[in-house]
T-cell receptor, first 114, second 113 residues
């Protein structure tokens, strides 16, 4: 079975500060891992994904995430937060078989202070 | 423009009044799915469809029905809505090629009184 745990339902940072959103996963098979972002009143959109190529994955808007198998983690980072990064972020895992069922974490809401 | 379109975006209804939320995608994707989003619970899968011939339950299917008569459409049906179905609903389709990437609609916020 697969599962995702996001540590911290809310994270607050100052503009220009490092953003770190934590995600740990559980999967009995090699996973695909994703970060999705949801802006207010919008659907989710893909931020970045890990599909077994490079372990350091770069996404849109300056975000990146590193797949660490030994720690079963896929934390999302951005060196310098911008006001426009305020949104809810979801970590997700899917298998490579069985219909690609995707399991989502509970989400982390990012607040950016001026 | 590639997109998943849901309607209605907002709906207030009363207990027991049947309703349908439509979903359409223009990317020729085989796989489509419905999720509900509730605070603190993330997104949970209601139903999914591998293709027009295969539809199956997700993790929270009780009280919902779906149909997949054609590839582009995947409506969600609430035969007798109840207040615990008040939620934000998302339809999604899966990009082909085996990457697992989902494309989401903008969501349908449903309130059942």
């Amino acid at each position: 079975a697969q599962s995702v745990t996001q540590l911290g339902s809310h994270v607050s940072v100052s503009e220009g500060a490092l953003v770190l959103l934590r995600c740990n996963y559980s999967s009995s098979v090699p996973p695909y891992l994703f970060w999705y972002v949801q802006y207010p009143n919008q659907g989710l959109q893909l931020l970045l994904k890990y599909t077994s190529a490079a372990t350091l994955v770069k996404g849109i808007n300056g975000f990146e995430a590193e797949f660490k198998k030994s720690e079963t983690s896929f934390h999302l980072t951005k060196p310098s937060a911008h006001m426009s990064d305020a949104a809810e972020y979801f970590c997700a895992v899917s298998g490579r078989t069985g219909g690609f069922k995707t399991i989502f974490g509970a989400g982390t809401r990012l607040f950016v202070k001026a | 423009e590639a997109q998943v379109t849901q309607n209605p975006r907002y709906l207030i209804t009363v207990t027991g009044k049947k309703l349908t939320v439509t979903c359409s995608q223009n990317m020729n994707h085989e796989y489509m799915s419905w999720y509900r989003q509730d605070p603190g619970l993330g997104l949970r899968q209601i139903y999914y469809s591998m293709n027009v011939e295969v539809t199956d339950k997700g993790d929270v299917p009780e009280g919902y029905k779906v149909s997949r008569k054609e590839k582009r459409n995947f409506p969600l049906i609430l035969e007798s809505p109840s207040p615990n179905q008040t939620s934000l609903y998302f339809c999604a389709s899966l990009r082909g090629g085996g990457t697992g990437e989902l494309f989401f609609g903008e969501g349908s916020r449903l309130t059942v009184l």
